[in-house]
T-cell receptor
Framework: AQSVTQPDIHITVSEGASLELRCNYSYGATPYLFWYVQSPGQGLQLLLKYFSGDTLVQGIKGFEAEFKRSQSSFNLRKPSVHWSDAAEYFC????????????FGAGTQVVVTP | NAGVTQTPKFQVLKTGQSMTLQCAQDMNHEYMSWYRQDPGMGLRLIHYSVGAGITDQGEVPNGYNVSRSTTEDFPLRLLSAAPSQTSVYFCASIGGRGPNTEAFFGQGTRLTVV
């Protein structure tokens, strides 16, 4: 069975500093990988996705993620965070044999300090 | 989130009451699903549908029913509400394949069972 682990429940970062959110997955084949962001009281917005090809994926809002097969990881990064990046971030895995069944991690809450 | 409409946004139920959460999409997507979001647990799949007339159980299906009579609509029914069903519910609509996969989420329904 597939699983997704986001090791960091909560991260505090200063505005202007870099941010990296970790995501590890367990799946026998090459998965589809997603990062979503959720602002308080809102739905989920897709930041970026990976299916194949270039392992460094660019997304919206200045985010990027790198797929590392050897480490079963798909970490999200942003070089310089803005106060508006404070939100909860979810990593999700989709299966190539059941492409619509997304498995989500528990989420990482990001707090941005002045 | 474009194309996925969930109603209601908020609901309070008494234990034992039944209700239906509505979800509609206008993107002609084959795949629709319902998730519940609880603190520290991310989103968990309740039920999903790969097309009109086809539904299946996800990770946490107990206490919920679904049907998919049309491509556009995928209602979620709570048969006899319990406090454990207090949660935020999200409907998702997924279309495309591989790199063209699009996943859109509704704004969520915050349900409280007292």
């Amino acid at each position: 069975a597939q699983s997704v682990t986001q090791p960091d429940i909560h991260i505090t970062v200063s505005e202007g500093a870099s941010l990296e959110l970790r995501c590890n997955y367990s799946y026998g084949a090459t998965p589809y990988l997603f990062w979503y962001v959720q602002s308080p009281g809102q739905g989920l917005q897709l930041l970026l996705k990976y299916f194949s090809g270039d392992t460094l994926v660019q997304g919206i809002k200045g985010f990027e993620a790198e797929f590392k097969r050897s480490q079963s990881s798909f970490n999200l990064r942003k070089p310089s965070v803005h106060w508006s990046d404070a939100a909860e971030y979810f990593c999700a895995v989709g299966r190539t044999d059941s492409w619509g069944k997304l498995q989500f991690g528990a989420g990482t809450q990001v707090v941005v300090t002045p | 989130n474009a194309g996925v409409t969930q109603t209601p946004k908020f609901q309070v139920l008494k234990t034992g009451q039944s209700m239906t959460l509505q979800c509609a999409q206008d993107m002609n997507h084959e795949y629709m699903s319902w998730y519940r979001q609880d603190p520290g647990m991310g989103l968990r799949l309740i039920h999903y549908s790969v097309g009109a007339g086809i539904t299946d159980q996800g990770e946490v299906p107990n206490g919920y029913n679904v049907s998919r009579s049309t491509t556009e609509d995928f209602p979620l029914r709570l048969l006899s509400a319990a406090p454990s069903q207090t949660s935020v519910y999200f409907c998702a609509s997924i279309g495309g394949r591989g790199p063209n996969t699009e996943a859109f989420f509704g704004q969520g329904t915050r349900l409280t069972v007292v």
